[in-house]
């Protein structure tokens, strides 16, 4: 396996990596106010987020507008999911978001369910 050479040069954009550390971001919290699981489902409410609130917030916030996964506003922030758990819950503590826990089948390799997530997935692509 070949390394590739070292960037000559400024690192610019994505060349650089995150320049903020992840526990910056959530004020070094590790423990979100609301019990949020990776499948929560969260979604903007039209309130406005408070003024203090840093862009990686509003950043998560936009991603927002409709029904959204904790895991999929996660990997859009390139965030840890603890950190983004944290983000959500600060915005669901001001009103901004509503977040509801996932629906668990009591057969969860029912058929309906199998294809409506090969559905979903393949609207992604």
């Known amino acids: 396996m070949n390394a590739s050479?070292?960037?000559?040069?400024?690192?610019?954009?994505?060349a650089a990596g995150r320049l903020i550390r992840p526990y910056t971001v959530s004020g070094g919290r590790t423990r979100p106010t609301t019990a949020l699981d990776l499948l929560s489902l969260v979604m903007a409410t039209g309130t406005a987020p408070q003024p203090h609130m840093g862009p990686e917030h509003s950043l998560a916030l936009r991603?927002?507008?409709?029904?959204?996964?904790?895991?999929?506003?996660?990997?859009?922030?390139?965030?840890?999911?603890?950190?983004?758990?944290?983000?959500?819950?600060?915005?669901?503590?001001?009103?901004?978001?509503?977040a509801r826990a996932p629906r668990f089948h009591a057969n969860p390799s029912d058929r309906s369910l199998l294809e409506a997530v090969l559905d979903g997935l393949r609207q992604r692509l």
Do not use: I
């Open 5 to 14: 050479p070292p960037q000559e040069g400024p690192w610019l954009d994505d």
């Open 63 to 98: 991603l927002c507008d409709g029904p959204t996964s904790v895991a999929e506003v996660a990997a859009h922030l390139r965030l840890p999911a603890v950190v983004t758990k944290v983000l959500l819950s600060d915005l669901v503590d001001c009103g901004a978001l509503t």
